[in-house]
T-cell receptor
Framework: GQNIDQPTEMTATEGAIVQINCTYQ??????LFWYQQHAGEAPTFLSY????GLEEKGRFSSFLSRSKGYSYLLLKELQMKDSASYLC???????????FGRGTSLIVHP | DSGVTQTPKHLITATGQRVTLRCSPR?????VYWYQQSLDQGLQFLIQ???????AKGNILERFSAQQFPDLHSELNLSSLELGDSALYFC???????????FGPGTRLTVL
């Protein structure tokens, strides 16, 4: 099975930087995804990491360390609209079906 | 807009009833995935179809079934509904390999 752990809730200030961590335990790792989900809406894809290192995409960056079973999502220049749940998901084995963590609810305040 | 459509948007029904949720994937996507999301369980994978064939099964109850039709749209059938089946049901599609999934807007099911 898989075990994915991420904080339940985080708060941050508009304009600041926040890092959302995700740790996982799995066999046959084949990639880590980050999705954003606003309340009552569909998850939307943010990033996919399969190799170690940092991938930057605009204000959002995602980092992966396979040896440590660790990833983080970095959000810069926070905006109020970034208030959402951020889901870490891990693909493993021969399956391309990611297993989702419970998500981190990020609250951005003025 | 992800390009994935789901109907209906909301569904209210009673315990013991049966409902059908419908999903049309993005144009060109052969894979369809169904997920259930409740407050206490997070996003749970139910089942995947690829080009009409069942490809993978997750935590899907025996009371639930799905199929994918030749035009690639998919239906999720939920029967003998219980209060605990109340949740958001998402459909997602992809090209089939590893990579991002595109989620539909979801169907909110309320069982009374």
């Amino acid at each position: 099975g898989q075990n994915i752990d991420q904080p339940t809730e985080m708060t941050a200030t508009e304009g600041a930087i926040v890092q959302i961590n995700c740790t996982y335990q799995t066999s046959g790792f084949n990639g880590l995804f980050w999705y954003q989900q606003h309340a009552g809406e569909a998850p939307t894809f943010l990033s996919y990491n399969v190799l170690d290192g940092l991938e930057e995409k605009g204000r959002f960056s995602s980092f992966l360390s396979r040896s440590k079973g660790y990833s983080y999502l970095l959000l810069k220049e926070l905006q109020m609209k970034d208030s959402a749940s951020y889901l870490c998901a891990v693909g493993s084995g021969g399956s391309y079906i990611p297993t989702f963590g419970r998500g981190t609810s990020l609250i951005v305040h003025p | 807009d992800s390009g994935v459509t789901q109907t209906p948007k909301h569904l209210i029904t009673a315990t013991g009833q049966r409902v059908t949720l419908r999903c049309s994937p993005r144009s060109g996507d052969l894979s369809v995935y169904w997920y259930q999301q409740s407050l206490d369980q997070g996003l749970q994978f139910l089942i995947q179809y690829y080009n009409g064939e069942e490809r993978a099964k997750g935590n899907i109850l025996e009371r639930f079934s799905a199929q994918q039709f030749p035009d690639l749209h998919s239906e999720l059938n939920l029967s003998s509904l219980e209060l605990g089946d109340s949740a958001l049901y998402f459909c997602a599609s992809s090209g089939g390999g590893v990579g991002e999934q595109f989620f539909g807007p979801g169907t909110r099911l309320t069982v009374l």
